[in-house]
């Protein structure tokens, strides 16, 4: 019922900024926090940030003064402004939606950052 498509993901070299996008659709009452996260290759899922029903944003230390979390309500979109881009940041990103007890999950968009 409730789906989470990811979109922007690309090649960017270092320095370099990326926007990824996150569209949701479904029949949802009550949303309370979105986020979005990252796995890179032989790492853990970790997360990067959260936006809440508010729009109060919190951000990995990691991430903290180069990413943004924002969200277009009418167009009930998500974004990940991500800015002076490491090579650390190579990993698939991943869009979340907690509803409840239930977390929703897109399929994901690479993101690599070359040297």
């Known amino acids: 019922q409730v789906q989470l498509v990811e979109s922007g993901g690309g090649l960017v070299q270092a320095g370099g900024s990326l926007r990824l996008s996150c569209g949701l659709s479904g029949s949802i009452f009550r949303i309370n926090v979105m986020g979005w996260y990252r796995q890179a290759p032989g790492k853990q899922r970790e997360l990067v940030g959260i936006i809440t029903s508010g729009g109060s944003t919190n951000y990995a230390d990691s991430v903290k003064g180069r990413f943004t979390i924002s969200r277009d309500n009418a167009k009930n979109t998500m974004y990940l402004q991500m800015n002076s881009l490491k090579p650390e940041d190579t990993a698939v990103y991943y869009c979340?939606?907690?509803?409840?007890?239930?977390?929703?999950w897109g399929q994901g968009t690479q993101v690599t950052v070359s040297s």
């Open positions: 979340n939606l907690r509803v409840g007890p239930y977390d929703y």
